[in-house]
């Protein structure tokens, strides 16, 4: 069962097992997983894993294309986003994906009444399978220049799917730009998931008013943490509380509760996806992951 997950889930084949482990403390006669509670909710590392990929054909499924807000839109499957942003020099495409999901990425584009052709630039949330696997692909559909930041960059390199090296036409480093047709992205360095994950920061127009939108990287920890991911992560988890935000965004829909937010465009009242309270849900929840498995981990290593 585990071999087959890992095989099929590309973001979590790396950590998958390995948590197993480490939650009974390399014992498998130990106790039960780590659980936090956070908002009213309960969680394991499992159920966390479990709500960002859903079901099996949540990865590969259609989700409705919809505008998120401004020039932004969600071209993505039912559990693995994919963003769109439009402007009047060409499109950035955010996450590819799986490869297998190109087709439907751009079937949504056009749904929107956009041009898959004329995505100029692709960029990325982190180097694993389910988020940039498909990157070799767009730029061979549509000539999009790919850049990456430079920590996931021996990661991205080495997937090469039906082996297609992966594209890189620029490398970025934490807070560098990228601006096309009036819009600018900021790309943070978020480490730890993968050494380059990365959140992107960005303003869209709506009703007269500048919003600020974060894209945030996934912060999900594995359970074994060395001490430079304890660093890694903790700063993660400060940049992200920094950061301005009025629209949160991540790499799978369920870090901000899309189908939920989704629902509420038909009740036709303000734009759910504008919600600042919640922006920091998402790090509260990894972060208290994390202090538990670190608390669990120190303890273990107790005599
Ligand atoms: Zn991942």
Redesign the pocket.
Known sequence: MFAAVAIVLG??SLMFEPLATAQRGGNAAAGPPVKVTVNGREWTQQQLFQRNIGGQDDQTTQFPPHKIIGNMYYVGTVSLASFLIVTPQGNILINSTYERNIPVIQKSIEQLGFKFSDTKILLGS?A?G??QEGDALVKQLTGAQVMAMAEDVPLLQAMKPGGKEHPIDKVLHDGDKVTLGGTTLVAHLTGG??PGCTTWTTTAQEGGRSYNVMIGC?LRPPAMLTPALIDTFSASFKTVRALPCDVQLGDHGAQYNMQEKFAKLKDGGGNPFIDPASCKLEADIQEAMFRALLAEQQQAARP
Do not use: E, I, L
């Open positions: 973001c979590v982190h694993h389910d988020h998931h993968t996934s």
